[in-house]
T-cell receptor, first 114, second 118 residues
Framework: AQSVSQHNHHVILSEAASLELGCNYS??????LFWYVQYPGQHLQLLLK????DPLVKGIKGFEAEFIKSKFSFNLRKPSVQWSDTAEYFC????????????WGAGTKLIIKP | KAGVTQTPRYLIKTRGQQVTLSCSPI?????VSWYQQTPGQGLQFLFE???????NKGNFPGRFSGRQFSNSRSEMNVSTLELGDSALYLC?????????????????FGPGTRLTVL
């Protein structure tokens, strides 16, 4: 079945470590790609998105993601994490022809140790 | 600009009852989507409304229904509640521009309604 996969369900890092969260999707054609973040007790917020153009996308709070079409991947990165980055991170895809329907990955819970 | 609001924030119901959840989108947004979030299934798309019409629908039973009003506010109804309906129900709004094949809209989420079915 077509899907969105986030490989790591839980990640624990120390402050100042580098972060990379994986996201792969299995849809062909043109897709729209998103990373959302859910801080403890808060609602989902958009981190960054890719629709077209430069495959390296910069988002809020120092996050970036790279779209690699040949690998069907859209990995999220941050060079140096902070304790305040502790949250759950969701990759989401709008597949071709589905218009407004976001298909979600299972999420990655990130814990940053101070 | 005010964000997406959802009411109520918390609900406790018993099996067999019905429930109505409300969502007010960001001003100027005409599309409202609903999602169910559970620990086991993650985030799943329920349906999307635009200009009072359901434009897109996920794979949920007919007990889950919705509607949208002329001011773009939306309600979601679940009838004959089951224990498995316990979840966080999220509403998201977007401009809803019709791109034909795919949308470049961004969806903005509300805080959700936490429904517990006993």
């Amino acid at each position: 079945a077509q899907s969105v996969s986030q490989h790591n369900h839980h990640v624990i890092l120390s402050e100042a470590a580098s972060l990379e969260l994986g996201c792969n999707y299995s849809y062909g054609g043109t897709v729209n790609l998103f990373w959302y973040v859910q801080y403890p007790g808060q609602h989902l917020q958009l981190l960054l998105k890719y629709f077209s153009g430069d495959p390296l996308v910069k988002g809020i709070k120092g996050f970036e993601a790279e779209f690699i079409k040949s690998k069907f991947s859209f990995n999220l990165r941050k060079p140096s994490v902070q304790w305040s980055d502790t949250a759950e991170y969701f990759c989401a895809v709008i597949p071709p022809g589905s218009n407004y329907q976001l298909i979600w990955g299972a999420g990655t819970k990130l814990i940053i140790k101070p | 600009k005010a964000g997406v609001t959802q009411t109520p924030r918390y609900l406790i119901k018993t099996r067999g009852q019905q429930v109505t959840l409300s969502c007010s989108p960001i001003s100027g947004h005409r599309s409202v989507s609903w999602y169910q979030q559970t620990p086991g299934q993650g985030l799943q798309f329920l349906f999307e409304y635009f200009s009072e019409t359901q434009r897109n629908k996920g794979n949920f039973p007919g007990r889950f229904s919705g509607r949208q009003f002329s001011n773009s506010r939306s309600e979601m109804n679940v009838s004959t509640l089951e224990l498995g309906d316990s979840a966080l129900y999220l509403c998201a709004s977007s401009l809803g521009r019709d791109q034909g094949y795919y949308s470049t809209d961004t969806q903005y989420f509300g805080p959700g309604t936490r429904l517990t079915v006993l």
